[in-house]
């Protein structure tokens, strides 16, 4: 197995099945992230070493936090306004789609307050996943043609949106209207080779799924399977590469007071024994000081 950047350390000791969308609340100073199949929504103050988590009936793939002060929620069985303190769930939009084969993933709001959440496809024999933006109490289709939906992010000027399809390797970046919400000119911003039949993994470099922008502009996705962190330049060119403990990171968020700490969620769920067994922190947070803060983190509504 490679070496880990130095730098890296452990975060979180408790392991979900498959973490993903980790988010720091502005407001509270504190990390919150998903355990998708675990069903489960955690929260983890640095500052106390706290962790707390509330259990639900259905999958919850990621969170947002909401002016109000409530989380916006995406789960399998719809778009959900979450009080933490009184642990009530409000529906705000039903699912766009059958929640026996799909389900959505990754989800976050533009600079404007309006949340964009992509779906997965789960059978991955097509791509007919999608990609949705909800604003007004309006859940509207906005893209489609992929299997996974993931890599969500806007540039530091707000006019550049990313989104990437896991499955094909590829990560697009699209012209964005911070007024209207139009999308256009997609164009591959980042693709990478596709594992192929009898491959090991020590010579493939994984799939990208989440990912967040710095202020510089640059791109830091995760390479699921791939067991890297990858900084890529506004032009998608790599700046950065950070190896990692466990062999699947799933998404990289920006935290602590000066968002200079990458917080990144990894997963174990349905790996290997031997893999669990050389990568015991697998399912673990981690974190990873930075020189270049991250952009802050946008709030529904």
Same mark, same amino acid.
């Given at each position: 197995?490679?070496?880990?950047?130095?730098?890296?350390?452990?975060?979180?000791?408790?392991?979900?099945?498959?973490?993903?969308?980790?988010?720091?609340?502005?407001?509270?100073?504190?990390?919150?992230?998903?355990?998708?199949?675990? @069903?489960?929504?955690?929260?983890?103050?640095?500052?106390?070493?706290?962790?707390?988590?509330?259990?639900?009936?259905?999958?919850?793939?990621?969170?947002?936090?909401?002016?109000?002060?409530?989380?916006?929620?995406?789960?399998?069985?719809?778009?959900?306004?979450?009080?933490?303190?009184?642990? @009530?769930?409000?529906?705000?939009?039903?699912?766009?789609?059958?929640?026996?084969?799909?389900?959505?993933?990754?989800?976050?709001?533009?600079?404007?307050?309006?949340?964009?959440?992509?779906?997965?496809?789960?059978?991955?024999?097509?791509?007919?996943?999608?990609?949705?933006?909800?604003?007004?109490?309006?859940?509207?289709?906005?893209?489609?043609?992929?299997?996974?939906?993931?890599?969500?992010?806007?540039?530091?000027?707000?006019?550049?949106?990313?989104?990437?399809?896991?499955?094909?390797?590829?990560?697009?970046?699209?012209?964005?209207?911070? $007024?209207? $919400?139009?999308?256009?000119?997609?164009?591959?911003?980042?693709?990478?080779?596709?594992?192929?039949?009898?491959?090991?993994?020590?010579?493939?470099?994984?799939?990208?799924?989440?990912?967040?922008?710095?202020?510089?502009?640059?791109?830091?996705?995760?390479?699921?399977?791939?067991?890297?962190?990858?900084?890529?330049?506004?032009?998608?060119?790599?700046?950065?590469?950070?190896?990692?403990?466990?062999?699947?990171?799933?998404?990289?968020?920006?935290?602590?007071?000066?968002?200079?700490?990458?917080?990144?969620?990894?997963?174990?769920?349905?790996?290997?024994?031997?893999?669990?067994?050389?990568?015991?922190?697998?399912?673990?947070?981690?974190?990873?000081?930075?020189?270049?803060?991250?952009?802050?983190?946008?709030?529904?509504?």
């Amino acid at each position: 197995m490679p070496a880990a950047d130095p730098g890296i350390t452990l975060a979180v000791a408790s392991a979900s099945l498959l973490g993903e969308s980790p988010m720091w609340h502005p407001r509270e100073q504190v990390l919150y992230y998903c355990d998708i199949p675990g @069903r489960r929504l955690q929260r983890f103050d640095p500052a106390s070493g706290e962790l707390a988590h509330w259990d639900f009936d259905t999958d919850v793939a990621s969170c947002a936090p909401m002016l109000d002060g409530a989380l916006l929620l995406a789960m399998r069985d719809g778009l959900w306004r979450f009080d933490a303190a009184t642990g @009530r769930r409000t529906r705000l939009a039903e699912p766009p789609y059958d929640t026996k084969n799909e389900r959505f993933n990754d989800g976050k709001c533009d600079p404007q307050g309006r949340f964009w959440v992509g779906t997965m496809y789960e059978p991955r024999d097509a791509a007919i996943a999608s990609l949705h933006c909800y604003s007004n109490d309006k859940l509207e289709r906005k893209a489609e043609g992929i299997t996974i939906s993931n890599g969500l992010a806007w540039s530091p000027n707000g006019r550049t949106m990313y989104w990437s399809d896991t499955t094909a390797h590829t990560i697009y970046a699209f012209d964005f209207d911070p $007024a209207t $919400a139009a999308i256009g000119n997609k164009r591959v911003f980042a693709s990478f080779p596709i594992k192929q039949p009898g491959q090991d993994l020590a010579s493939y470099g994984g799939r990208p799924d989440g990912a967040a922008v710095d202020v510089e502009g640059a791109y830091w996705v995760a390479m699921f399977e791939g067991q890297r962190l990858l900084r890529l330049s506004s032009d998608g060119e790599l700046l950065r590469e950070v190896t990692l403990p466990v062999r699947c990171a799933t998404m990289p968020c920006f935290g602590g007071p000066d968002l200079k700490t990458l917080y990144i969620t990894t997963a174990r769920l349905n790996r290997p024994a031997e893999e669990l067994l050389a990568q015991p922190l697998a399912g673990c947070v981690f974190a990873l000081p930075v020189d270049v803060p991250g952009l802050p983190v946008n709030l529904f509504g």
